[in-house]
């Protein structure tokens, strides 16, 4: 009696065990059986729109199609997305070019403004693209909600780079380093960009292209027939 009363007993532990496992994996795998969103034709939305007069462009000019993201530079999800763009675009460049547009998506990102501020600054010498890559992959210096530690880590990458210190203190306080941060910004709000990172693709003609979430940008790109 008292073995058959511990048998039934370690199969009760047994079904609750193999029902606690099911909790656990069922939302993993309905997450990864959910249809990624498609990309989709934004009509309204025109090339000045996504690529306004002042828009800093990597790669090719003349290129056919122009990948637009929208970041934040204290995103960690932007930075990872970012690199992947790049290579992406750098695989292209025959056909592809990159336009990146600053937008501070979260307020407890104190130190996107400085960041992005340190960008414009360095691209007064020349050097936008050089700087932007720098503040993605040293977010961690920019973790503290002291303003004069960030701006202090600022100035640290642009010495790294060599900049003219001088003349890169006197951009980063200048009133106008803030124009190309406010020509972001209204393209942010004109294309209704309300998570980050967004990526929109402007060919040169039709309609651009919306890319709702990071996964169906990397469908997107796996794709030859994207390029043709």
């Known amino acids: ?21 099911g909790v656990a994996v069922y939302p993993v795998l309905s997450k990864g059986s959910r249809p990624i969103p498609k990309p989709y034709a934004v ?43 790049e290579k992406l675009v750098e695989e292209h460049k025959d056909k592809m070019s990159m336009v990146f547009h600053h937008i501070q998506i979260n307020e407890a990102h104190l130190n996107a403004p400085i960041m ?11 050097k936008f693209w050089e700087m932007h890559d720098l503040l993605f992959s040293n977010q961690d210096l920019f973790s503290s909600p ?15 780079m060599k900049l003219d210190m001088t003349k890169f203190k006197a951009d980063f306080e200048s009133k106008t380093n803030h ?21 929109f693709l402007v060919r040169a003609t039709g309609a651009p292209t919306r890319f709702p979430s990071l996964d169906s940008f990397r469908d997107f790109a796996k794709n030859p027939a994207s390029f043709r």
């Open 43 to 85: 009509p309204k939305l025109t090339r000045e729109d996504l690529i306004p007069k002042g828009s800093r462009m990597r790669g090719n000019p003349n290129a056919q199609m122009v990948l637009v993201e929208f970041g934040d530079y204290q995103c960690k999800t932007c930075s990872m997305a970012t690199k992947q763009a």
């Open 179 to 199: 124009k190309p941060i406010e020509i972001d910004s209204r393209a942010a709000t004109q294309c209704s960009v309300q998570v980050t990172p967004q990526f």
């Open 146 to 160: 002291d303003y004069h530690e960030a701006v202090g880590a600022a100035m640290k990458l642009a010495g790294q």
């Open 1 to 21: 009696m008292k073995n058959s009363s511990e048998a039934k007993f370690l199969g009760a532990l047994l079904l609750v065990a193999l029902a606690l496992v």
């Open 116 to 126: 992005a501020q340190a960008a414009t600054a360095a691209e007064c010498q020349g």
